[in-house]
């Protein structure tokens, strides 16, 4: 007989971080102990959104991400995420602790207009609002479209974020765009394969909100 067990709202998150712990070796065949402490915050994460042990393989972090995450939420620069669902997941109390902001502009009431007179995606279109701006983290986890828009304006030298979270999910582009990223000389944190998605982009920015907190109490 299937039982459910008994437990309080608030430890439900420990309780997970905890089983995450326990089996990580069994089910993906890594210590965590041989992982940086800040990179295994994220990955357990990512792993406690997605139910899914093969993010502990395929998450790739280059470029020390870590460290430009923590430099830029502590210097109350705003983040950015592609769809509104992300928006929503983000912890806003903790970002605005810190003077920044969650910003997506998919909803905004000119991007539909806009990305059917050029053919492009919304996301995409919202993304090439931020041209100008001084956005400090762009997290991709719906659309590859966004993703190379954001890659382009970095190369075009209109955006100069931190560091980017590019995990699109999907069959089109998404594991070529993913690749391009790998190539870049930024920070960034990317997986590889079809995998990925928004709760997947949520995860790794809340990991660095929580990760900015513990810095924030170590001063």
Do not use: W
């Amino acid at each position: 007989m299937t039982t459910i067990k008994s437990v309080r709202p608030s430890e439900i998150e420990a309780r997970s971080f905890a089983i995450i712990e326990k089996e990580f070796e069994d089910q993906t065949g890594l210590q965590s102990s041989q992982i940086d402490p800040d990179c295994f915050q994220v990955i357990r994460r990512v792993i406690h959104a997605t139910g899914d042990f093969d993010f502990g393989h395929s998450l790739i972090f280059g470029n020390r991400p870590i460290e430009a995450a923590m430099e830029s939420i502590r210097s109350g620069r705003d983040i950015y995420i592609d769809v509104s669902m992300g928006a929503a997941g983000i912890s806003a109390k903790i970002i605005n602790q810190f003077g920044g902001r969650v910003k997506c502009h998919i909803n905004d009431a000119d991007i539909s207009a806009i990305a059917k007179n050029e053919g492009k995606t919304r996301t995409e279109t919202a993304l090439e609002k931020l041209s100008g701006s001084d956005v400090g983290i762009i997290a991709v986890g719906n659309a590859p479209t966004a993703l190379v828009a954001a890659m382009t304006l970095i190369k075009e030298g209109k955006i100069d974020p931190a560091l980017v979270v590019g995990v699109p999910v999907g069959f089109v582009n998404a594991v070529e765009s993913k690749k391009i990223l790998t190539d870049q000389s930024y920070p960034f944190i990317t997986n590889m394969g079809r995998k990925g998605g928004t709760p997947v982009a949520v995860a790794i920015v809340n990991a660095f909100l929580r990760l900015a907190t513990q810095v924030e109490s170590k001063d």
